[in-house]
């Protein structure tokens, strides 16, 4: 602020005073906004405080990702494990339905062999 107060009273481009004063009340102005705004913006934190804020927020999300990542795939695995003691479990269901009917055909043949007269 000071630099800037020192070029408009000492630029011999200001002809008129109060033209020279106006200009350093609107720049105390701009100056006074800018310190309160930023303040309240940063919430007295530097902006390389903030930085290292964002940074470590976007870390965390990045964790969270992962670990929702590893999650589902874990989900996926269990699924694809179900499926296959399903598929396991039906194969061997048609199996056993298969010797149950070859023996009952058996059973048949057999009681329709001992039916038959002699």
Known sequence: MADVRGLVEGGDFW???????????????????????????????????VDQ???DLKAQINDLHRKRVAIIQKEVQEAET????????LLEAKKAQEEAGFKSTTLHDTFWIASMPS
Request: aromatic share 4%.
């Open 53 to 55: 804020d964002i940074k």
């Open 15 to 49: 002809n008129d005073k109060e033209e020279q004063k106006q200009l350093l009340d609107a720049i105390e102005v701009v100056h006074k906004l800018q310190e309160r705004f930023e303040s309240q913006v940063f919430r007295g934190e530097s902006k390389t405080q």
């Open 82 to 89: 179900k499926a296959r003691h399903l598929k396991l479990a």
